[in-house]
């Protein structure tokens, strides 16, 4: 069973930048979707990025600050510029597969 680890996350003013790294535990193939969520304190779990071989897509919150990007069948990577206090979330790697697979997230906040 492929497992996912997300990492990268910490405290950043407003305006500042993160890489998060989602690794996956086995190759996932290139045909599956892979993805990133967050979810903020007291809100639903919300869909930030999503990569496929039809391209990515993105939240319009998130539109030309964040960057999804897939270097190999293992990691999937979300950058994160000019980060805003409303992007403080838990962030969770996705694995759009038949078993929908879930990282444990990893812990972002914007804050001055």
């Known amino acids: 069973q492929v497992q996912l680890v997300e990492s990268g996350g910490g405290v950043v003013q407003p305006g500042g930048s993160l890489r998060l790294s989602c690794a996956a535990s086995?190759?996932?193939?290139?045909?599956?979707?892979m993805g990133w969520y967050r979810q903020a304190p007291g809100k639903q779990r919300e869909l930030v990025a999503i990569?496929?071989?039809?391209?990515t897509n993105y939240v319009d919150s998130v539109k030309g600050r964040f960057t999804i990007s897939r270097p190999n069948a293992t990691t999937v990577y979300l950058q994160m510029n000019n980060l805003k206090p409303e992007d403080t979330a838990v962030y969770y790697c996705?694995?759009?597969?038949?078993?929908?697979?879930w990282g444990q997230g990893t812990q972002v906040t914007v804050s001055s």
């Open positions: 996705h694995a759009f597969m038949p078993s929908a697979i």
């Open positions: 990569i496929s071989p039809d391209g």
């Open positions: 086995r190759n996932i193939f290139a045909s599956y979707a």
